[in-house]
Every structure is written in structure tokens, then in C-alpha cells.
């Protein structure tokens, strides 16, 4: 699925949030420079995968180095199967452990908020691919960004790695 401008320039002013019934954002840094965020939304009405993507990629805490502009549409939406999502929330899950036991964390005692989310009611998955340079947000390290929906609720789930 191809990312034009327009579309997130029509996004730039949309708010989501009155079409929905929960929306919850979390985030939290791994360790180094590394994080995880993970949103979930039960929508009221139908948003597609796009909007969805660009509604949460517009509500950005991690500081990103680069506009959405600039990168965003120098990447594409590729599906993916079930078992590509389960192992990414399983990284997650691992980095978070391992920023937990590293000396001098700051990260506390975070109940991993994605615990029993399943996937067997998976409507669509996509995951975020970049085509060309920029695609990414930030300018060191991978960020994996993938997004589904599960029956009627809505995921995103981003895994930076700084190093």
C-alpha cells in the first residue's frame, strides 16, 4: 500500500480520538537509546490501516529526528502473516526485560501491555517497509513498525533499536 503526502497532510487534522471507545498509548524506553510503544484503539466507526498509521505516527512521544513528511512516504504498508506480529511483540517483550535487568535502569516493574493479546481474529497486519532514504523517523538504528487489527480493535506496535 503505497503513502502519499496528501494523505497525511488530510490526517494532519483529523482527531481519531472522538471516533473511538478506548484508546490506550504506551511507551517505554528498553534500554540504551532503545524503546517499544504500543497503541490499541476500539474504534466507533471504521478508520482504515493508513489513516489509523498516520493518526498514531502524529501523536509521536519518541522525538523523532525527522518530520513525516520527509520519510513517511518513502515507505509502503507490506502484509504480513500472524506469526511475523507474535514475534515482534515477543522482541518486545525480551528488550524490555533485558533494559529491566541492565545496572542503573530506570524502567520499573511495566507489566508488558500487550500481555494476551491474541491474533486469531486477525482482520489485517501490515508492516511498515521503506522503499527508499528516509524511512525511518529517527537516524540511528531500525525501527520496526507494524500495525493490525484484531477483530474490532486496532494495534501498532514500534520496536527501536538504537544500536
Partial sequence: MKIEIEQIARNESMDYSYLALAITDSFSITW???????????????INALDFLIWVLLRDP??????LRDWLPNCELKDVEAQEIITYIEHAKSDLIEGKSEPGSE???????LSGVVTNNLK?????????????????GPTYIHIWKNGDNLYYLEIHNES
Fill in 62 to 67: 519518541t522525538n523523532p529526528q525527522f518530520e
Fill in 32 to 46: 540504551l537509546c532503545s524503546h517499544f510503544r504500543i497503541v490499541s484503539m476500539k474504534p466507533c466507526k471504521e
Fill in 107 to 113: 524502567i520499573g516493574d511495566v507489566d508488558f501491555p
Fill in 124 to 140: 489485517w497486519a501490515f508492516s511498515l517497509k521503506g522503499k527508499q532514504k528516509p524511512c525511518n523517523k529517527h537516524s540511528a
